[in-house]
Structure formats: C-alpha cells, structure tokens
C-alpha cells in the first residue's frame, strides 16, 4: 500500500528514528503505525545492546538541590562523543535521572536503573536504550552521589558540566562555602581530614616512602623520621583541610575555615570520564587557574 509522508512524519515523531527507517516500518506493517512504531522499538532497543560495549567517556555530571540546601543529589551520565553531549534530549535524560536520585535515594546504580524516569514512564534502563537507538552512540548512567546535611547546607558547584562538587558546611556564609566548593574541584582533596584517609591508601605511601628513606643508607631512627615527615607532607596534600587554600595558598583550608568559624562535614567530587581510557585532558588545571584568577 501507499505510505504518505504524513504517516511517516507521524512515525517519525514518536520514535525519533530516521525517515527511511520509518517508512520502511511502515511498508512492512501495512501502514499500520502501532505495529510500525513497536517494530522500530524492537530494533532500536536491539541496536543499543550493540553499542552497550563501545567507551563512553564524555557526557555531564548533572547536580541537582532540594530547595531547603538539605539534600543534593549528582550523577555522571557517558556518551561517546561532546556533540551527543549537547543534546536537548542527553541533558534532558541526564536531568531526569538527577531529580529520581534526589527524589527517591537509590542505594546503587542497578536499583537507580530500574527506577522509572519520570512517575508512570519507563525504567531509566528502558529509556536509557530508547535514547541510545535514537541517537546512535552508547550512553550510560555511571555513577552517582547523594548528600543529606547533617548540621549545615549544601552547595554544589559545576565547572563547565565536567566536574562537580557538593560540600556540607555549616557556618560561615554563602561565598565561603562557594569557596571551598571550588576548592575541592581545583584541588582533588581525597577526604576532609586524615581520619578519613583510606588505610590502605596510607599503608601504600608509607611502603613507598620508607624504601625511598632506605635507599639513602641512612641509620634507622633517621629513615624512621623521614618517613614521618613525608607522610606529614601526603596528609597535608591529600587532605581538605591541610591544603593550601587555592585563592591564598599562604594559609590553609582549616586555617580559613577556623577564621569564619565554619566546619566542613563532608563533600563528594565527581570529575567526568575519571578512570575510564581516553584522551587525557586536566580539568582540574583549568579549575585551579580558573579560581586563582577570581
């Protein structure tokens, strides 16, 4: 039968496939547009789980805040490529996602993606690969964060949707706590303070640094203080509140915070396609000169 361009340009619409595709649907199915559209939906879908292999490292982090500062929620959302990053339809996708993990407080990524997208919609997981068939590249929900304040509010900071911050600080004002967001993006602190410095991560530095001292042929109870001092030296570089504050490197985060009388609960950092293989680009330079500059 006769397909018309106004049957396509329908189809069309409601799969977001490509005209050709479309009216190939169409001629299959007599014309008929539920079986059409269920035909390009079993293909497309079949298409996604093609590209499910292929490496997604650019994308956004997507943040989104409650309206009292007492809950926050980020996510990192993959695309192959920048351009399919700028879609209307990537960011609104990557949007929806953020708002289901504030609103609803997943405890993993598996049970975020069986989350519906929107209330009474498909899964986050059905959409993902709808979206995936329509547009053509592999996308994925990666990861995500979610804060609750404990004594103080919340705020987030976004460099350029590449990386994302939330940090919990409880006193001082709103331009300090946009400070030490800043901070923690140019500065890739690991924790707030040493207690929360992983143990096995300590354990690693202090194997390096004592074959290090040994190497030097010192006597023991020199090699035993030069280890302390360079393990001084890691707390203080991987640590929020033994860095330099980036804006006066002359003092200290604690210093700055002990003089507004504010304290730093905790924070979350997200920097897009961190760990994943592909070309390196240091996001978090172009941060730092970027707040030393402000």
Do not use: W
């Not at 020199?222 to 002359?250: A, C, N, W």
């Amino acid at each position: 039968m006769a397909i018309s361009a106004a049957q396509v340009k329908e189809l069309r619409q409601r799969t977001g496939c490509g005209m050709m595709e479309c009216k190939k649907a169409l001629v299959e199915s007599d014309g008929d547009m539920e079986a059409a559209a269920e035909a390009l939906r079993k293909s497309g879908l079949a298409k996604a789980d093609k590209k499910a292999g292929r490496v997604a490292a650019e994308g956004m982090i997507v943040i989104e805040v409650s309206g009292d500062g007492k809950n926050a929620a980020m996510v990192e959302v993959n695309s192959e490529t920048d351009f399919v990053a700028k879609k209307d339809e990537f960011q609104e996708f990557a949007r929806a996602v953020a708002q289901r993990v504030l609103s609803d407080a997943p405890t993993d990524v598996d049970g975020l993606m069986a989350m519906p997208l929107k209330n009474g919609g498909d899964s986050i997981e059905e959409a993902r690969r709808g979206l995936v068939a329509t547009i053509g590249e592999n996308i994925n929900v990666r990861r995500f964060d979610r804060r609750e304040a404990a004594a103080g509010n919340i705020t987030s900071y976004l460099h350029g949707n590449r990386i994302g911050v939330l940090v919990e600080v409880e006193g001082g004002d709103a331009e300090l706590a946009k400070d030490i967001a800043m901070h923690i993006a140019a500065s890739k602190p690991v924790c707030v303070d040493e207690t929360g410095v992983p143990q096995e991560l300590l354990d690693k530095e202090k194997e390096i640094f004592s074959a290090q001292a040994q190497a030097s042929g010192k006597p023991a109870d020199i090699i035993e203080k030069m280890v302390s001092g360079r393990i001084r030296k890691f707390l203080g570089e991987v640590t929020l509140l033994g860095q330099p504050f980036v804006k006066d490197p002359e003092q200290s985060v604690s210093k700055l915070l002990k003089g507004a009388g504010a304290k730093v609960h905790g924070f979350e950092r997200l920097e897009l396609g961190e760990g994943v293989e592909k070309k390196t680009e240091n996001f978090a330079e172009e941060v730092m000169a970027q707040v030393q500059g402000s």
